[in-house]
């Protein structure tokens, strides 16, 4: 069946480091690929997608990139910001038009200051 | 767009007593919803997807006597805990698409905390 296989957490960063979370999945066909961040007490948002191989998905100084070759989708950011401490889920949902979202278990990011 | 809502945003009940939560889509007409369950430091599971005016479908190990499901129009759909107990405390996440989307619109939760 599909699943997501992301990096175990809390990773803790500094203020203004570079974020690699890295995010490998299996599925069949051309899965579309989503990073959902969740901040503390609330439900998830959607962050950034890509539908195709080689697309990349971008938001708030995020990015990621659709790598069919190695079946990732690692998400990043040039220089964090406190506020960007959250948990982030990687996911996908399986091509064939079921909306059913696959899930990894998440990683958590703490940016001190 | 595509902005959907929980109510309550939390609640605690007692051992043995039914609760109700709701989820609606604000601004679109949602002809699918889906419910999860997140567990403390884990990642959501799904509990059961429901379509408009139809039975939910409920995944495997759910217990559907227990999480009643009810999708009655295009912006609304209740999950029902019945006699619920300290293991259903949980957060419970719904989220909703629309008729030729592939994508999932999420609600901002409910704490169910039972005493």
């Known amino acids: 069946g599909d699943s997501v296989t992301q990096m175990e957490g809390p990773v803790t960063l500094s203020e203004e480091a570079f974020l690699t979370i890295n995010c490998t999945y299996t599925a069949t066909g051309y899965p579309s690929l989503f990073w959902y961040v969740q901040y503390p007490g609330e439900g998830l948002q959607l962050l950034l997608k890509?539908?195709?191989?080689?697309d990349k998905g971008s938001n708030k100084g995020f990015e990621a990139t659709y790598r069919k070759e190695t079946t990732s989708f690692h998400l990043e950011k040039g220089s964090v910001q406190v506020s960007d401490s959250a948990v982030y889920f990687c996911a996908l949902i399986a091509s064939g038009g079921y909306q059913k979202v696959t899930f990894g278990t998440g990683t958590k990011l703490q940016v001190i200051p | 767009g595509a902005v959907v809502s929980q109510h309550p945003s939390w609640v605690i009940c007692k051992s043995g007593t039914s609760v109700k939560i709701e989820c609606r889509s604000l601004?679109?007409?949602?002809?699918?919803m889906f419910w999860y369950r997140q567990f403390p430091k884990q990642s959501l599971m799904l509990m059961a997807t429901?379509?408009?005016?139809?039975?939910?479908?409920?995944e495997q190990g759910v217990e559907k006597d227990k999480f009643l499901i009810n999708h009655a129009s295009l912006t609304l759909s209740t999950l029902t805990v019945t006699s619920a107990h300290p293991e259903d405390s949980s957060f419970y996440i719904c989220s909703a698409s629309f008729l030729g989307s592939y994508e999932q619109y999420f609600g901002p939760g409910t704490r169910l905390t039972v005493t």
């Open positions: 890509a539908t195709k191989a080689d």
């Open positions: 601004d679109f007409q949602a002809t699918t």
């Open positions: 429901s379509n408009e005016g139809s039975k939910a479908t409920y």
